[in-house]
Structures are given as C-alpha cells and as structure tokens.
C-alpha cells in the first residue's frame, strides 16, 4: 500500500473515533451541575451561609452565642445596667409606662405582675417553672420547654389588645372550658441570645409575640404563644 493509502486510512480511523466519541456523549445522561459552580458564575466560592441564602432567600442565618449553663447573667455589669431603669413597659392605649417595680400593681395591674414575674423566672434559666405559667391543656398545642440557660431578656413591652379572633379547632378545650381569652402583645431583646430559649429571633432583637391567655380568677394562665405580626396596634 503506498504513502497516499496509508493516509487515507488513518483519516477514517480518527473520524470515526471522533464520531464515535461524539455518539457516546450525546447518549450518555450527565447530571447538571449547580449554576454556582459553572465556569460562568462570578461567584466561585460561596460560604455555608451563602449557599442557604442562595436556595432560601427569605431566610437569614442568625448566629447564636454559644450556651453556658454555669453562667450567671447578673454578673455581667452591661446587662446589669440594662434592667436596673425600670421593670417593664406597660402600654395603655396610645400611653406608654416604663414601670418600676413598686408601680407595676398600680399602672398594670395583675397583667404587669405576672409579665414581670414570668420573665424573671425565664431569666434565672427556670424551664420548670416556666411551663408552670401555661394551663396544662395548652400542652395539646404545644410542647413543654426543655432546659434552657439563664437568659439576658430586657426591653419588655405588654400591651392588652382589644380583640376577638376566630380560634382554630386546636382551641375547641378553650371553648368548650368557657374560658375568655385575653390577647397581649409582648414584645422583648435577648441579649447574647444562645437559643436554648428562643430561636429565630437575633441578639437584641424585638420580634412581638401574640400571648393569649386567661385570668382562673386566682392566676392567670397561658394559652399559646403565637409568633405574629402584629396588625391591631
């Protein structure tokens, strides 16, 4: 076979490999990478953070101080200081009370009482006593806390709302109990917040609360608390 054949041949040969590579490609399934690590993405590298923001965009990553059950909060001058100006902040109307201590009876009554009370348990880190502070039926909506730190709460607002929502079927003991509902909007910051607590919610950050509960005639009692956005204030 002369020089000229000999060319021929090898042309056919890597035509056909090329043909044959190109067959298999087409044919053969490939997962599609994600758009962040195409070669034409500007973003190269992405944090964890990123990622979930990138997939969940109406989330934000809340970052949690780390959690130390031996920690005394009342050691800590700072927060000290942010609690030692008044007890709470009662809300009448379009009238707002920053109340001490002594003034709490005679400006919000039992409500600011038992607000000051059950915060200050949350504080010193009781979870027992805590869930003392809802009706024992309300656990058919919602579940017992578990221990929880000490907690930096401060900035507390109650405000009584005058309102009548429809209750869902999962309040039909409410109904059935002839109990009258009593809503409260409760706002509060956490400061150094470790999520033990609370989660969602940043370091000193206020994000209101809906409390609804009822006066037993000897003590209140809460019902549930609803994580809301609050539309009758």
């Known amino acids: 076979?002369?020089?000229?054949?000999?060319?021929?041949?090898?042309?056919?040969?890597?035509?056909?490999?090329?043909?044959?590579?190109?067959?298999?490609?087409?044919?053969?399934?490939?997962?599609?990478?994600p758009d962040f690590l195409?070669?034409?993405?500007?973003?190269?590298?992405?944090?964890?953070?990123?990622?979930d923001n990138k997939y969940k965009p109406d989330q934000k990553t809340i970052i949690y101080y780390p959690a130390d059950f031996n920690e005394n909060i009342y050691n800590d001058d700072a927060y000290v200081d942010l609690i030692s100006s008044y007890a709470l902040e009662?809300?009448?109307?379009?009238?707002?009370?920053?109340?001490?201590?002594?003034?709490l009876e005679k400006i919000g009554g039992n409500l600011s009482i038992f607000f000051y009370n059950y915060f200050n348990d949350i504080r010193n880190g009781d979870n027992e006593k805590y869930n003392s502070y809802f009706d024992e039926r309300a656990f058919k909506i919602r579940e017992k806390?578990?221990?929880?730190?000490?907690?930096?709460?401060?900035d507390i607002v109650i405000k009584p709302l005058n309102i009548?929502?429809?209750?869902?079927?999962?309040y039909d003991w409410v109904k059935d109990s002839g109990i009258?509902?009593?809503?409260?909007?409760v706002s509060y910051k956490i400061r150094k917040n470790n999520g033990t607590f609370r989660l969602g919610v940043?370091?000193?950050?206020?994000?209101?609360?809906?409390?609804?509960?009822?006066?037993?005639?000897?003590?209140y009692k809460i019902i549930n608390i609803v994580d809301y956005t609050p539309i009758y204030l």
Do not use: R, W
Not at 1 to 23: Q, R, S, T, Y
Not at 145 to 150: Q, R, V
Not at 180 to 185: F, G, K, M, N
Not at 203 to 219: F, M, N, R, V, W
């Open 1 to 33: 076979m002369d020089k000229k054949g000999k060319i021929k041949i090898a042309i056919c040969i890597v035509l056909l490999l090329a043909f044959m590579i190109g067959i298999y490609l087409y044919v053969t399934p490939h997962e599609a990478l």
């Open 164 to 170: 009548d929502p429809d209750l869902g079927e999962e």
């Open 90 to 103: 009662y809300v009448d109307g379009d009238i707002n009370y920053k109340l001490k201590y002594d003034d």
């Open 202 to 219: 940043n370091s000193d950050t206020s994000k209101p609360q809906l409390y609804i509960l009822y006066d037993s005639g000897k003590e």
């Open 38 to 51: 195409n070669s034409d993405s500007t973003n190269t590298e992405l944090s964890h953070s990123q990622l």
């Open 180 to 185: 009258e509902p009593i809503y409260v909007d």
């Open 145 to 154: 806390a578990g221990e929880f730190t000490m907690q930096q709460i401060y």
